[in-house]
């Protein structure tokens, strides 16, 4: 499998360059530390939101 997606990426014509997002960074840890709370703490629910209706 490794070596399939290897000669593909060499192969193509237009690969994007990608670059370090500090702003996407800063999110992904956020977003990864929310899921590591979540699953430590099953039990808790989140606060009801303010704009739902019930």
């Known amino acids: ?17 990608l670059a370090l997002d500090q702003e996407l960074e800063a999110l992904r840890m956020l977003v990864d530390r929310r899921e590591e709370l979540a699953t430590a703490h099953p039990d808790c629910q989140p606060a009801p939101n303010a704009c739902s209706v019930n």
Do not use: D, F, Q, T
């Open 1 to 17: 499998m490794r070596n399939s997606v290897a000669v593909a990426a060499v192969r193509a014509k237009a690969l994007r360059v």
